[in-house]
């Protein structure tokens, strides 16, 4: 997943001057599940770019899973290789991402990349129905999704495999907001939070969006300037491995 | 730092696989590998396939899960390729207190399972240690009979 994401962030970004070029660690099983964390909104974007580019630019299938409509996508996308669905609740996006093995969702081709817009809207929707907010629930149930998630990725990495030896394994990627997330530095932001202790667990990759550097962008007249920080077990395997 | 205990974990399974294919027996030291791995739980996951509480499903597109009956009798599906159990031993020990080298016994046990292990152990450990935890009784070792 990484590969997408580096990808994404180098086609999409400006590269201003002493910035370091944008690589990632190739392709690996340690690699192929990332986690955005940081601004929702930013977020989505990201989510979107990689599903753009993973259709277009890798040639791949692409299944999006997401609670709030897209509202209009270009001609060239409404089409073929991006699935959009809309669960509206938990119980709705488990049973559809256990059905992914099904062969109407895998033919012609299955999915390479899953992508879950706003893990939150899902997790919170389900503890809000126990009597208030239950982290422990909602921990109980980030993992179950997360592992489906991981599980409905290693399936079908292996039928792309038995069609074609050399294929990429089938990627995860998902985008999760902490209560309060806000406008924390990214390095510290949500780290008590007991979700996102249970996503790192199966989400080797995290990506965390962070809006650090507006202020130095509105004084040089830029767009808004955001940092990215690659971190997670992911990482470090990936970097052993090369 | 880097864990390699997954991966010594695989290994050790394809070496019990590959023993017992080869003489239908499972040595010692390989079942003490199994311990020093896993933990008290290696005993309960061998004691679930003993009694033949582990069912491995398979679906037409050849995709796999596993149930697994507990010994209170609840039904609990595992994931074949991802570490997952809803019971609320998982839940309590390596969710919330991020305790157990890797799962609860009903993780591994599939991948026991696979391996056509002859089991016997505890079965109802996850409801026990609900019990004791919501008496507000700190866990005891438990003591195979």
């Known amino acids: 997943m990484t590969d997408i994401l580096t990808l994404v962030f180098r086609t999409f970004t400006s590269q201003t001057d002493g910035s370091e070029e944008l690589t990632g660690p190739p392709t690996s099983p340690a690699t192929c599940s990332a986690l955005l964390v940081g601004d929702a909104g930013l977020s989505r974007s990201v989510l979107l770019l990689a599903a753009v580019t993973a259709a277009s630019e890798v040639g791949v ?34 049973q559809q991402v256990a059905r992914l093995h099904e062969p109407t969702n895998t033919s012609p081709a299955p999915p390479s990349l899953i992508v879950v817009d706003g893990l939150e809207g899902f997790l919170c929707e389900r503890g809000a129905g126990l009597a208030g907010f239950h982290p422990g629930e909602q921990s109980v149930q980030a993992a179950h999704l997360s592992a489906l998630l991981c599980d ?8 792309l495999r038995s069609r074609s030896p050399g294929a990429d394994p089938c990627r995860v990627v998902a985008s999760f907001q902490s209560p309060g997330d806000g406008g924390r530095a990214g390095g510290e ?41 690659l971190s997670g077990t992911g990482m470090a395997d990936a970097s052993d491995t090369t | 730092m880097r864990s390699f205990l997954p991966a010594v974990a695989e290994q050790l399974f394809r ?44 679906s037409p597109s050849g995709r796999k899960a596993f149930q697994v009956i507990g010994g209170s009798g ?41 391996t056509r292990l002859p089991g016997g152990c505890c079965s109802d450990q996850c409801e026990k240690r ?16």
């Not at chain 2, 696989?17 to 311990?35: F, N, V």
């Open chain 2, 15 to 58: 070496d019990i696989q590959k023993t017992h294919q080869e003489t239908s027996q499972i040595p010692d030291d390989l079942l003490i590998a199994l311990k020093f791995v896993f933990g008290s739980c290696a005993l309960q996951a061998l004691d679930l396939v003993d009694h033949h509480s582990v069912t491995c499903l398979s």
């Open chain 1, 152 to 159: 409905s990725a290693a399936f079908l990495t292996r039928v």
């Open chain 2, 74 to 114: 609840r039904l609990y599906t595992c994931f074949a390729s991802c570490h997952y159990c809803p019971c609320p031993a998982f839940a309590y020990s390596v969710l919330r207190r991020n305790d157990g080298l890797l799962e609860t016994a009903s993780v591994p046990a599939p991948s026991i399972e696979e």
């Open chain 1, 61 to 94: 299938r692409v299944v999006f899973f997401t609670q709030t409509r897209i509202q209009s996508l270009p001609p060239c996308l409404q089409k073929r290789k991006i699935l959009f669905s809309y669960p509206r609740t938990m119980e709705e996006l488990l």
């Open chain 2, 130 to 145: 609900r019990a004791v935890t919501d008496r507000g009784d700190s866990p005891r070792a438990r003591h195979s009979p």
């Open chain 1, 189 to 229: 932001a949500s780290a008590a939070d007991p979700t996102l202790e249970v996503l790192d667990r199966y989400f080797r990759v995290r990506c965390t969006l962070d809006r650090a550097g507006s202020y130095e962008a509105a004084a040089g007249g830029l767009h808004e300037v955001w940092d990215i920080y």
